[in-house]
């Protein structure tokens, strides 16, 4: 909402790049969508890596071992 808000303000003091802003956005959204799923790429990654390390310790510190 406070981006919207924004944008209503830039449309009044200054209409054409607020209209630039509006054309683009959608341009400037697929441009940055790689570096998003590479993101989300790495980050399940790094969760695995964690995982596979703090995995011993977690099956010694289990309540149910003999």
């Known amino acids: 909402m406070l981006t919207f ?3 209503c303000i830039l449309l009044v003091l ?3 790049i607020a209209l630039d802003a ?6 400037v959204w697929l441009l ?3 570096f998003r799923l590479v ?3 790495v ?4 969760k695995l890596v964690w995982a596979i390390v703090t995995f011993p310790a977690r099956l ?5 071992r003999i």
């Open 32 to 34: 940055l969508l790689p």
């Open 43 to 46: 980050e399940g990654v790094l």
């Open 22 to 27: 509006l054309l683009l956005y959608p341009i």
């Open 5 to 7: 808000i924004l944008w």
């Open 14 to 16: 200054c209409w054409p």
């Open 60 to 64: 010694l510190s289990s309540p149910g």
């Open 39 to 41: 993101g989300v790429a």
